[in-house]
């Protein structure tokens, strides 16, 4: 029986490890395969003037392959959807958390998370039939689609990640903290903001960060919304041309293992190294301010 038992138990840690070996690996490879398509490139062009080049002509004679405007349109992107999702999201979570009944959260939190599930090209075709032609007679502009247009379609995408990873953080945060802090005098918006919201910070800033990723990483939405215009955005209002959305656009289009095919495996060579620092910086700040138990703070 006790032979049995442990056979079971070496089966069951055999098959898992070999399931994350098989995860692994296969990412591995991804990457290997990125990075071997991208690299014979930088024959052609050095690789400052790959990243900071002002023009991105591929098809030219001779070809330009700056990709600066796409960096600085997937930032600008990134940043303004941030700006609009993370107060959203979060105070969203707050309110599911702390303040709505049970009622209100069990009818709520699925709505939430449900928004999650929309396909992008469903969102991106709302961004490009509805929400364009209103910002277009709105506000007298030459386009709707443009960079405003696609932040708002991203926020729209982030906030079910943020608020559903923040509401499960916040809500797990130990009751005697609450209770020490109201027991203190603190009235419940000065324990939200003193109390919980610093004890939740490690899942918070995590939800944060996964939904950014989720932002500079977003192909679709921004194909459809953003405009198209691979060129540095002088306002919210101006068309421009993440990196996804360019590679998505182009890699039809290239012959196979040119020089246009190579500078498209080369954006995402740098695309990989956006999120890969991303997801460093969530995990550093998540363990500079992971709560063990309730009496760490």
């Known amino acids: 029986m006790a032979i049995s038992r442990?056979?079971?138990?070496?089966?069951?840690?055999?098959f898992f490890l070999v399931t994350a070996l098989v995860s692994i690996i296969s990412l591995a490879l991804i990457m290997v395969?990125?990075?071997?398509?991208?690299?014979?490139?930088?024959?052609?062009?050095?690789v400052p003037d790959f990243?900071?080049?002002?023009f991105w002509y591929p098809t030219a004679d001779p070809p330009e392959f700056g990709i600066f405007p796409l960096i600085v349109a997937s930032i600008a992107v990134t940043a303004l959807s941030s700006f609009?999702?993370?107060?959203?999201?979060?105070?969203?979570?707050?309110?599911?958390?702390?303040?709505?009944?049970?009622?209100?959260?069990?009818?709520?939190?699925?709505?939430?998370?449900?928004?999650?599930?929309?396909?992008?090209?469903?969102?991106?075709f709302f961004g490009m039939v509805v929400v364009a032609p209103l910002l277009q007679d709105h506000l007298d502009l030459p386009t709707g689609l443009n960079l405003f247009n696609a932040s708002l379609m991203l926020a729209f995408m982030s906030v079910p990640t943020i608020c559903s990873v923040s509401e499960d953080a916040i809500y797990?945060?130990?009751?005697?903290?609450?209770?020490?802090?109201?027991?203190?005098?603190?009235?419940?918006?000065?324990?939200?903001?003193?109390?919980?919201?610093?004890?939740?910070?490690?899942?918070?800033s995590t939800a944060v960060i996964l939904g950014m990723s989720r932002a500079i990483?977003?192909?679709?939405?921004?194909?459809?919304?953003?405009?198209?215009?691979?060129?540095?955005?002088?306002?919210?209002?101006?068309?421009l041309r993440p990196?996804?959305?360019?590679?998505?656009?182009?890699m039809a289009e290239a012959p196979f293992r040119s020089d246009h095919y190579h500078a498209l495996f080369a954006i995402g060579v740098v695309l990989f190294l956006f999120t890969l620092a991303f997801n460093i910086v969530a995990q550093h700040i998540a363990e500079k301010h992971k709560q063990v138990g309730a009496a760490t703070l």
């Open 33 to 46: 395969y990125l990075f071997l398509e991208g690299f014979p490139v930088f024959k052609l062009v050095s």
């Open 217 to 239: 990483g977003e192909t679709m939405v921004v194909l459809m919304v953003a405009g198209g215009a691979a060129m540095i955005p002088h306002s919210i209002f101006s068309p």
């Open 243 to 250: 990196m996804p959305s360019s590679i998505a656009a182009e």
């Open 51 to 54: 990243l900071f080049g002002n």
């Open 84 to 124: 609009i999702a993370i107060p959203l999201g979060v105070t969203t979570a707050v309110y599911l958390s702390e303040i709505a009944t049970p009622r209100a959260r069990g009818i709520f939190k699925p709505l939430v998370e449900l928004l999650a599930a929309l396909p992008s090209v469903v969102i991106g």
């Open 6 to 14: 442990k056979l079971k138990d070496d089966l069951i840690r055999c």
């Open 172 to 204: 797990a945060v130990p009751r005697e903290l609450k209770e020490a802090s109201l027991a203190l005098g603190a009235t419940h918006w000065e324990t939200i903001r003193r109390v919980i919201l610093p004890a939740s910070l490690s899942g918070v």
